[in-house]
């Protein structure tokens, strides 16, 4: 598991884009009004997902990234692997 040092701090102007480790996803920022985050997506090599901003309405971003990680599994277990194996084949499953 990768976990960052400090904080990740994203303004939705130049500083708006979070490259992860080897570069294998992005976190976007599509849209902030400096108050809440009206547009966010995660870029991979295969594909993006949609606007995941709705999930919290807009106050932050939390993410998980990958099938196997440990500190979520219990809780996501019944579905999780299903709806990632669907994003990486392409269907929209954020909707």
Known sequence: MI???EAIVLDGGANNVFV???AQFKIVIDE???TTIKAWHVETARGKTA???T???G???DLVIGKACRSTVHFIS???NAMYDEFLSGK???K
């Open 51 to 53: 606007n995941l901003s």
């Open 3 to 5: 976990t960052n040092k």
């Open 20 to 22: 992860g480790p080897d």
């Open 78 to 80: 019944r579905w999780y």
């Open 59 to 61: 106050k932050h971003i």
């Open 55 to 57: 999930r919290s309405g």
């Open 32 to 34: 902030f009004d400096g």
């Open 92 to 94: 929209d499953v954020f």
